[in-house]
């Protein structure tokens, strides 16, 4: 079974801090993206990676950075965190873009900014 | 750019009755899921639909695809308490981004 990990479940920081979210799968996935889930908007696409070292921005990247320096791990940066990017977080990880497969997700950070 | 509207948002039902989740998209979709997320958890893959005329079934649950209409359906057949959860609809843009729906939360009462 794909297992994908995120670090934290529930994060509490202060407006302006430096936020990390990290995110690791152990199935060798090629792809992996972080999506943030708020009441009534669905799940919006912050970012992406198809590989390693790649990056591909998602629908709403703005405060956002993301790095993918092993397969296995991707992780979202908030360069200085601010009060509406109080959200659940979501990592989600699947094989290449050629396969049908669907989306593994992990059980989501959830994110306070004060 | 792809968008994904679901309808409705909400649905209250009684036990043993049938409804149907609709899910529009707006442009070409190469395949479209369906996602089960239970309250506190993460998303569960339900389906995958690849073509046209697609459908799957599982349990109580059946998904269909219809390209032409851009309309993918997931229909519940006499609900349980069981399937009280939120469901979301995703079509695959043709970048391999996977664009979501707002999600369609459902309650089913004894």
């Known amino acids: 079974d794909v297992k994908v990990t995120q670090s934290s479940r529930y994060l509490v920081k202060r407006t302006g801090e430096k936020v990390f979210l990290e995110c690791v799968q152990d199935?060798?996935?090629?792809?992996m993206f972080w999506y943030r889930q708020d009441p009534g908007l669905g799940l919006r696409l912050i970012y992406f990676s198809y590989d390693v070292k790649m990056k591909e921005k998602g629908d709403i990247p703005e405060g956002y950075s993301v790095s993918r320096e092993k397969k296995e791990r991707f992780s979202l940066i908030l360069e200085s965190a601010s009060t509406n990017q109080t959200s659940m977080y979501l990592c989600?990880?699947?094989?290449?873009?050629?396969?049908?497969?669907?989306?593994?997700f992990g059980n989501g950070t959830r994110l306070t900014v004060t | 750019e792809l968008k994904v509207e679901q309808n409705p948002l909400f649905l209250s039902m009684q036990e043993g009755k049938n409804y149907t989740i609709y899910c529009n998209y707006s442009t070409t979709s190469d395949r479209l899921y369906w996602y089960r997320q239970d309250p506190g958890k993460s998303l569960e893959s339900l389906f995958v639909l690849l073509s046209n005329g697609a459908v799957k079934q599982e349990g109580r649950l059946m998904a269909s695809l219809d390209t032409k209409a851009r309309l993918s359906t997931l229909h519940i057949t006499a609900a349980v308490h069981d399937l009280s959860a939120t469901y979301f609809c995703?079509?695959?843009?043709?970048?391999?981004?996977?664009?979501f729906g707002q999600g369609t939360t459902l309650q089913v009462k004894p």
């Open positions: 989600a990880s699947s094989l290449g873009t050629a396969n049908n497969s669907p989306l593994h």
């Open positions: 199935m060798d996935h090629e792809n």
């Open positions: 995703a079509g695959s843009s043709n970048t391999g981004k996977l664009i």
